[in-house]
């Protein structure tokens, strides 16, 4: 995953602070926007395991810090809804001036209220996700209810929230009770896909009932089960983040298989390991992968390691091999799965030359073939194995060149 930290004009002359990550292949499938919840900002865990998942998975994600916050300019008392909705519509406007226009709008909390409302301004969306949005502003009222009388006092009044002190404005205030969303998520014209938990005690499951009800088809309601409102556990965020992809890949415009066929024709792997551990990311011909080592070795065991690569890659021929030979001579093969494991074993061989105990790469390979062959056909299909042609690349010799990249 490449991370651009970038600034764009938020249409009133202030700047609004942004990350945009991107595919390891800096290759993106499609542009998508995440507007995160009130008060929080573009780092927050949820906003950035969400945005790296989706970058995993082929999409650069635009994150951004509202006017006031983190660390756009403005100060957030002046600000409103609307003009959240309106920072989401300079977001996709500078999107599709500098990199490409979005397809997918996403927003976490009041995030999510907004990117609905903006969805009919930003002409390149064709799907909106909303996480634990609320489906009116009457639940924000509630909260700030209690500091209205100051505000109507002396223009503006500190309050607490989520352990935050921000401080609000009459503008804010006043907005939220004249923007009526219903309207605005019937009429969305986009596929929309809400997501929410049963048991979050802020923003509550019934504004996703309220939402999915008003929302015309295509829509789609994934519930998230166990998890809070801000997604505070890393597993929640990256399961969210990984529904969010696969769902959202049926509504991008770009024609995928021939993206697919194009990137394949040139053979392209690319990987990337960041700071901060092993886990590292694969991108073999725009399929996604996930490499690491185990928790033993210093890595997080959230993939294969390496070597586990490898075995794989061997044992994918070695079947792939049998089946396109038992397809070749018409045998009746169901199925034909193999059984790896790798390990370093001594070389007693070599022990006496060398005079000393080495060890070599060694992998068990064992076939299961399921149909009706005779024995015949089994022992043929064994010294086939032995054909396959990563099979014969690790018996071969490999010549590796290695050069760096330009600056």
Request: aromatic share 4%; net charge negative.
């Amino acid at each position: 995953m490449h991370t651009i930290k970038t600034a764009f004009d938020n249409g009133r002359g202030q700047q609004l602070s942004a990350i945009l990550d991107r595919p390891v292949d800096d290759r993106p499938i499609a542009y998508a926007i995440f507007a995160h919840c009130f008060t929080c900002s573009k780092t927050y865990k949820a906003v950035r395991h969400i945005s790296r998942a989706l970058a995993a998975e082929g999409f650069a994600v635009l994150s951004f810090d509202f006017t006031g916050l983190g660390d756009s300019e403005g100060d957030f008392a002046d600000t409103s809804f609307t003009s959240n909705v309106d920072d989401v519509v300079a977001a996709a406007g500078f999107l599709a001036e500098t990199h490409g226009a979005p397809a997918v709008l996403i927003g976490h909390s009041l995030g999510g209220a907004a990117v609905m409302m903006a969805a009919s301004r930003i002409p390149s969306a064709t799907a909106v996700v909303t996480i634990a949005a609320p489906a009116s502003l009457g639940h924000l009222s509630e909260i700030l209810e209690p500091a209205r009388s100051e505000v109507e006092r002396s223009g503006s009044a500190e309050i607490v929230l989520a352990g935050r002190r921000i401080r609000i404005g009459r503008a804010l205030l006043e907005d939220l009770g004249e923007v009526g969303m219903g309207e605005a998520i019937a009429d969305l014209g986009r596929a929309i896909l809400v997501m929410h938990s049963p048991v979050d005690t802020v923003v509550g499951i019934g504004n996703a009932s309220t939402i999915f009800r008003a929302a015309k088809h295509p829509k789609s309601f994934i519930s998230l089960d166990r998890a809070d409102h801000l997604l505070s556990d890393p597993v929640d965020s990256r399961y969210a983040a990984g529904v969010i992809a696969n769902w959202s890949k049926k509504y991008i415009p770009e024609p995928q298989e021939e993206a697919k066929l194009a990137t394949s024709e040139k053979n392209r792997v690319v990987v990337r390991t960041g700071a901060g551990g092993f886990r590292t990311e694969v991108l073999a011909n725009g399929h996604p992968l996930i490499a690491d080592e185990p928790i033993s070795v210093g890595g997080t065991n959230t993939g294969p390691s390496p070597y586990e690569l490898l075995t794989a890659a061997l044992g994918a021929c070695t079947s792939m091999t049998l089946r396109m030979y038992a397809d070749r001579k018409g045998w009746p093969l169901e199925a034909a799965e193999v059984r790896l494991d790798h390990r370093k074993i001594h070389c007693e061989d070599c022990a006496e030359a060398s005079g000393g105990q080495p060890k070599i790469d060694h992998i068990s390979r064992e076939l299961v073939l399921e149909g009706a062959l005779d024995e015949t056909q089994r022992q043929r299909l064994l010294e086939i194995a032995d054909r396959c042609p990563v099979h014969r690349t690790l018996h071969s010799e490999v010549k590796v060149t290695t050069t760096l990249a330009a600056e």
